[in-house]
């Protein structure tokens, strides 16, 4: 390189510094708590288009809803912004005074991802496609030595609803005993791990299978099994079937929500302006056409909350 091509090069290479130092001045931070399994979409094309479009810089958090609400609630996190999955979590944060409404935004159901390094993966994959002769998902879990991970479903929802699907299994496929076959105990460590971990541990061969939302496995080229929607708690006109499922830990019971996502901007945000603009921008046609990139269902039918 000349001495003239070095100083145009260096000169660009300045500008182009100044320009993004610049740039980055002129975005307001806006804190997101959101759930673990929005990830890979939150932190990509959501925090990049959001920057251009509403001149925010999100600084997302991501962990099990359950956890965040109590976070918010018990004032050990500040967010401008909540997103959790499923009515309960937000809820927790409308009834303590911390939002005024959720909106639901998406929808997801529940499905069976697999890890192409599994030694059971071509079994998966003929349960996936239905392949006559084929072992069904429910036998091909039951076999000795097979590695499965979930959440804790004492403080992520995906962690109780893969209990739910197993239960409604039990009876749609006329198999008594399938939860405690596949899953054991309600809390069994060796099943649990943290939400944003599952997805790399199947990568990574780690498991075998992993409870996920359809949404989850997509973005780490992870294979899955589609599962029918009398036990997938996707359909909301199935909602008196999946009440039939039941969990009780310690002296709680409760039964499945809907899969619905849901955003509240949180009451005292010092960015309440911009809080308000992101959830509206969400639900909007631009922010909707990332969530279907992303395999979100619409949240058809789904209504907003209130504390009221």
Not at 31 to 37: K, M, R
Not at 120 to 138: E, L
Not at 190 to 213: K, W
């Amino acid at each position: 390189m000349n001495r003239s091509a070095w100083i145009a090069a260096s000169a660009a290479t300045l500008l182009g510094g100044f320009a993004t130092k610049s740039l980055a001045q002129t975005l307001t931070v806006l804190d997101v708590a959101y759930a673990g399994s929005m990830g890979s979409m939150m932190e990509g094309p959501i925090k990049s288009t959001a920057a251009s479009a509403l001149a925010v810089d999100m600084h997302g958090r991501a962990q099990g809803s359950d956890a965040l609400a109590k976070l918010i609630v018990g004032g050990s996190i500040t967010a401008d912004v909540f997103i959790p999955v499923t009515p309960g979590p937000a809820m927790t944060v409308l009834k303590a005074g911390k939002a005024q409404t959720a909106v639901p935004i998406a929808r997801t159901e529940m499905v069976i991802a697999y890890s192409p390094k599994s030694k059971y993966a071509q079994q998966f994959a003929d349960a996936a496609s239905g392949k006559r002769g084929g072992m069904p998902w429910y036998a091909v879990l039951q076999q000795p030595g097979i590695r499965f991970g979930r959440t804790d479903p004492m403080t992520d929802p995906q962690g109780r609803n893969i209990i739910y699907t197993f239960q409604l299994a039990e009876a749609y496929y006329k198999q008594p005993g399938l939860a405690q076959k596949v899953l054991g105990d309600n809390i069994n460590t060796a099943q649990i791990f943290a939400e944003p971990t599952v997805e790399a541990r199947l990568q990574s061969g780690e498991l075998d299978a992993a409870s996920a939302y359809k949404i989850q496995p997509g973005p780490f080229n992870l294979p899955y099994i589609n599962l029918p929607d009398e036990i997938n708690l996707g359909n909301q006109s199935m909602h008196d079937r999946y009440q039939q499922a039941t969990r009780t830990l310690g002296e709680r019971t409760s039964h499945p929500e809907a899969l619905v996502y849901y955003a509240a901007v949180i009451t005292g945000s010092a960015r309440a302006d911009k809080a308000a603009a992101f959830v509206q921008w969400l639900s909007s046609t631009g922010g909707q056409a990332i969530f279907r990139q992303y395999a979100y269902d619409s949240p058809v039918g789904a209504v907003a909350l209130s504390e009221r």
